[in-house]
């Protein structure tokens, strides 16, 4: 069973920046990272594949950016410039290539931005 598991959430001050990490069990052709926050629904942040083709949802605006070492099963999301609206839970996500959604899950990390 494929195995998704976040880290280097935190809190943080506005302005700030943290980078998160998700290690997976397995290689996995699609990693992505979502978040949710408070009383929304989960949104898609960026994924990235295992050939480093990148999409990001508009709201990233530049400030985040997602990386991936494929040699150790790894995907970053690198967050810059944080405000107190980028306080939620990230969850690394993860499908293959014949997926049409997001099948794998970690169990979520908490980013909070102190004004």
């Known amino acids: 069973q494929v195995q998704l598991v976040e880290s280097g959430g935190g809190l943080v001050q506005a302005g700030g920046s943290l980078k998160l990490s998700c290690l997976a069990s397995e290689i996995i052709f699609m990693m992505g990272w979502y978040r949710q926050a408070p009383g929304k629904q989960r949104e898609l942040i960026a994924g990235i594949t295992t050939g480093g083709r990148i999409n990001y949802s508009d709201f990233v605006k530049g400030r985040f950016t997602i990386s991936r070492d494929n040699g150790k099963n790894t995907v970053y999301l690198q967050m810059n410039s944080l405000q107190p609206e980028d306080t939620a839970v990230y969850y690394c996500?993860?499908?293959?290539?014949?997926?049409?959604?997001?099948?794998?899950w970690g169990q979520g990390t908490q980013v909070t931005v102190s004004s």
């Open positions: 996500a993860g499908k293959q290539y014949y997926d049409r959604d997001y099948k794998y």
